[in-house]
C-alpha cells in the first residue's frame, strides 16, 4: 500500500510565528486531504488538494503531486492552532476514497 | 446541522461484551467509512462501504461488522471485545467511486475493562 510520511513530527511555535509542514507519499495518488486534529479529538477538514495550490486565511497547502509531496503553511501561529496535523491520501476505486494516514505532526503554539 | 454523527461519543465496557456504535450522515453521501485510532494517534481505514460493495481492510478482526441499514447509516458491530479494541474509533463519508473529499464524525471513545 501507499506509504505517508510527515516531517516534522513535533513542534513546538512561540505565538506569531511561520511554519511549514511537509508530507511525503510513496506513489501517485489522485486524492490528498490535511487535518487539523484539535485538543478536543475533532478532526477538522483543512484542505482537499491532489494538485495546484489552495489558501484559507492564515493557511495555505501546495501539493506537487508529480514529486509525491504536499507541504502545508501556516503563518503568525495561533495557540488555537495546536494539536495534530495529517495528511491523507487516497488512490481513488468505485469503492469509494480509503484515505492512508500519515503519522501526524503534533504542534504546539505557546504563547 | 452535523453533517457526519457518531453515538455514544464514549464507551465504557466489560471485555467479552457485544457493543455497537452508530454513524449517520446528511450530506447526501454513497460512502461510508470507519476508521481506528489508536493510543498513539495513529489513524487506520478499517472499512469503506457503498451500496455495492464492502471492503474491509484484511488486518481487522472478524469480530468487527458494520451494518447499514440505508446509505445514510453505517453502524459498527463488535463481538466479544477486548483490551486491545480501546480506541477512538471515526467514521466518515463521501461521494461514490472516483473521488470526493471525506468529512468526520467526532468520534467515539471506546474503553474495554
Known amino acids: 500500500g501507499i506509504q505517508v510520511e510527515q516531517s516534522p513530527p513535533d513542534l513546538i511555535l512561540q505565538e506569531g510565528a511561520n511554519s511549514t509542514l511537509r508530507c511525503n507519499f510513496s506513489?501517485?495518488?489522485?486524492?490528498l486531504q490535511w487535518f487539523h486534529q484539535n485538543p478536543w479529538g475533532q478532526l477538522i477538514n483543512l484542505f482537499y488538494i491532489p494538485s495546484g495550490t489552495k489558501q484559507n486565511g492564515r493557511l495555505s497547502a501546495t501539493t506537487v503531486a508529480t514529486e509525491r509531496y504536499s507541504l502545508l503553511y501556516i503563518s503568525s501561529s495561533q495557540t488555537t492552532d495546536s494539536g495534530v496535523y495529517f495528511c491523507?491520501?487516497?488512490?481513488?476505486?468505485?469503492?469509494?476514497?480509503?484515505?492512508?494516514f500519515g503519522g501526524g505532526t503534533r504542534l504546539m503554539v505557546k504563547p | 446541522d452535523t453533517a457526519v454523527s457518531q453515538t455514544p461519543k464514549y464507551l465504557v465496557t466489560q471485555m467479552g461484551n457485544d457493543k455497537s456504535i452508530k454513524c449517520e450522515q446528511n450530506l447526501g453521501h454513497d460512502t461510508m467509512y470507519w476508521y481506528k485510532q489508536d493510543s498513539k494517534k495513529f489513524l487506520k481505514i478499517m472499512f469503506s462501504y457503498n451500496n455495492k460493495e464492502l471492503i474491509i481492510n484484511e488486518t481487522v478482526p472478524n469480530r468487527f461488522s458494520p451494518k447499514s441499514p440505508d446509505k445514510a447509516h453505517l453502524n459498527l458491530h463488535i463481538n466479544s471485545l477486548e483490551l486491545g479494541d480501546s480506541a477512538v474509533y471515526f467514521c466518515?463519508?463521501?461521494?461514490?467511486?472516483?473521488?470526493?473529499?471525506?468529512?468526520f464524525g467526532e468520534g467515539s471513545r471506546l474503553t474495554v475493562l
Open positions: 506513489d501517485s495518488v489522485n486524492n
Open positions: 491523507a491520501v487516497s488512490r481513488n476505486n468505485n469503492a469509494g476514497n480509503m484515505l492512508t
Open positions: 466518515a463519508s463521501s461521494r461514490q467511486g472516483g473521488g470526493g473529499e471525506l468529512f
